[in-house]
């Protein structure tokens, strides 16, 4: 950031160097949230979003600039979860959302953009159910789902999202009793399935989720709830023999 400003970036006299210091200190927002020094954070976060409005006003649509602020806002959202302010979050999560739909729109087959608008939702929806705005949070939930999924031609990796996304959305909506919607929503993933079952045929991962239409197995260990009984998630366990094989410990994590 010390860079970009000397080079004319913090009092806009350069709008490249500009929107490159607005990009550092979204890094450095993410830095510092991550050592837990939240206060310093925000008041780097305050400075680069100012400055990043600065250079959209004069260069609007600079998609370097608009990345920083995506950055931001999200995390944003995570200072606000971490102070247990859902609403705020949610706030900030959105923010970051309708950024990344901006981005989006500029570059309309941009897979990795794609994503990111589905990380965006995923947060929006998180925060939603979070603050007990639980329907609301479904709704982002789904779009998230469906962006996961478009996103999903780019490779293995983002099939494996698909797959989170979609289950994770599934468990939710059975949470509310909404097992016809759970069903649909498992459903319409069935080719992100197909896919990470492929490589999970190969794998030799421990225990993982896959979300399948058959009948639901509970995890060993998991709590006795209508997700464990639903028959759109099945809990998969490759010690139990068979070509099922779990998915990484990262994705299992999301749930």
């Known amino acids: 950031m010390r860079v970009a400003a000397d080079l004319g970036g913090r009092d806009q006299t350069d709008l490249y160097m500009g929107a490159y210091y607005a990009e550092a200190g979204a890094w450095r927002i ?3 949230f991550g050592l837990g020094r939240y206060d310093e954070a925000r008041a780097v976060g ?17 998609r370097l600039a608009l990345h920083a602020q995506q950055i931001m806002e999200s995390e944003f959202g995570g200072l606000a979860s971490a102070d247990l302010n859902p609403l705020e979050a949610a706030r900030a999560s959105q923010r970051a959302e309708s950024v990344s739909a901006t981005i989006l729109r500029l570059d309309p ?3 990795t953009s794609i994503n990111n608008l589905a990380v965006a939702e995923l947060e929006s929806g998180n925060d939603l159910w979070a603050a007990g705005r639980l329907r609301e949070g479904i709704l982002s939930l789904r ?27 599934a468990v939710y909506q059975a949470f509310l009793g909404d097992d016809g919607g759970a069903a649909a929503t498992v ?8 896919t990470v079952r492929a490589v999970a045929d190969r794998s030799t991962e421990e ?15 998991a709590h006795d709830s209508a997700v464990a009984r639903h ?10 023999g068979g070509a099922q094989h779990g998915l990484t410990a990262s994705v299992r994590d999301q749930m």
């Open 30 to 32: 993410e830095a510092l």
């Open 46 to 62: 305050k400075d680069a979003v100012a400055v990043a409005e600065k250079v959209l006003e004069r260069r609007p649509g600079y």
């Open 109 to 111: 087959d941009n897979t």
């Open 143 to 169: 779009r998230s789902a469906e962006d996961f999924g478009r996103a999903s031609a780019g490779g293995t990796m983002m099939s494996i999202s698909y797959v989170s996304m979609t289950t994770r959305t």
């Open 187 to 194: 459903a319409a993933g069935g080719a992100g399935s197909r």
């Open 207 to 221: 225990c993982g989720l896959v979300a399948r239409g058959g009948e639901a197995r509970r995890r060993p260990g």
């Open 231 to 240: 028959p759109a998630v099945a809990w998969v366990d490759p010690r139990e």
